[in-house]
């Protein structure tokens, strides 16, 4: 069973940095790509930032663009999202997704499945 | 950016009614577009991939059709548990965008 696990999130001040991990199980981590989606509360889902399965490719939401990194360790089965210079506005829950389509590690031409539970930033002004 | 516009934003319905709900792409997107269910508090659900391919245990009542910009899902005869929100979301390119979502109520 495909099994995604963030942590990471919490309260945090404006203007500092917080690093989301997403532990993930059950599957061949390295061929497929990952994505990290956000939901502000109240809001619809933004999809901020996707890695290709080797990590060799990167792709960000223009929101973030500057101030998030995307990575991976393939030998951990772990995703990261190192999160800097936070704003009031990247209050969300954060959700890791895993790219769906079998044989295909690159996020576009793909879709999301599954998701995990997500973990909440919020971050304070 | 390719934005995604979803109508109606919210929509009232009854058990058993056929509901469809639109998605339209600012550019074609070819058959690149896929369906998620949300409920309260849990994770998205992927319904439909590819503008038309079920997802494996999701059930038959949903459909989805459409190319290039125009897309629709419908969920035929509704269910209790099908009032959700739902939202398309398109993987042309990235960034990868979602539509505003719909909101499915207890008419």
Same mark, same amino acid.
């Given at each position: 069973?495909?099994?995604?696990?963030?942590?990471?999130?919490? =309260?945090?001040?404006?203007?500092?940095? =917080?690093?989301?991990?997403?532990?993930?199980?059950?599957?061949?981590?390295?061929?497929?790509?990952?994505?990290?989606?956000?939901?502000?509360?109240?809001? $619809?889902?933004?999809?901020?930032?996707?890695?290709?399965?080797?990590?060799?490719?990167?792709?960000?939401?223009?929101?973030?663009?500057?101030?998030?990194?995307?990575?991976?360790?393939?030998?951990?089965?772990?995703?990261?999202? !190192?999160?800097?210079?936070?704003?009031?506005?990247?209050?969300?829950?954060?959700?890791?997704?895993?790219?769906?389509?079998? $044989?295909?590690?690159?996020?576009?031409?793909?879709?999301?499945?599954?998701?995990?539970?997500?973990? =909440?930033?919020?971050?304070?002004? | 950016?390719?934005?995604?516009? !979803?109508?109606?934003?919210?929509?009232?319905?009854?058990?058993?009614?056929?509901?469809?709900?639109?998605?339209?792409?600012?550019?074609?997107?070819?058959?690149?577009?896929?369906?998620?269910?949300? #409920?309260? #508090? #849990?994770?998205? #659900?992927?319904?439909?991939?590819?503008?038309?391919?079920?997802?494996?245990?999701?059930?038959?009542?949903?459909?989805?059709?459409?190319?290039?910009?125009?897309?629709?899902?419908?969920?035929?005869?509704?269910?209790?548990?099908?009032?959700?929100?739902?939202?398309?979301?398109?993987?042309?390119?990235?960034? =990868?965008?979602?539509?505003?979502?719909?909101?499915?109520?207890?008419?």
């Amino acid at each position: 069973e495909v099994q995604l696990l963030e942590s990471g999130g919490g =309260l945090i001040q404006a203007g500092n940095s =917080l690093r989301l991990s997403c532990a993930a199980s059950g599957f061949t981590f390295s061929s497929h790509a990952m994505s990290w989606v956000r939901q502000a509360p109240g809001k $619809g889902l933004e999809c901020v930032s996707s890695i290709s399965g080797t990590g060799g490719s990167t792709y960000y939401a223009d929101s973030v663009k500057g101030r998030f990194t995307i990575s991976r360790d393939n030998s951990k089965n772990t995703l990261y999202l !190192q999160m800097s210079s936070l704003r009031a506005e990247d209050t969300a829950v954060y959700y890791c997704a895993k790219g769906g389509r079998d $044989g295909y590690n690159q996020p576009s031409s793909n879709w999301f499945d599954p998701w995990g539970q997500g973990t =909440l930033v919020t971050v304070s002004s | 950016d390719i934005q995604m516009t !979803q109508s109606p934003s919210s929509l009232s319905a009854s058990v058993g009614d056929r509901v469809t709900i639109t998605c339209r792409a600012s550019q074609s997107i070819s058959s690149y577009l896929n369906w998620y269910q949300q #409920k309260p #508090k #849990k994770a998205p #659900k992927l319904l439909i991939y590819a503008a038309s391919s079920l997802q494996t245990g999701v059930p038959s009542r949903f459909s989805g059709s459409g190319s290039g910009t125009d897309f629709t899902l419908t969920i035929s005869n509704l269910q209790p548990e099908d009032f959700a929100t739902y939202y398309c979301q398109q993987s042309y390119s990235t960034p =990868l965008t979602f539509g505003g979502g719909t909101t499915v109520e207890v008419k």
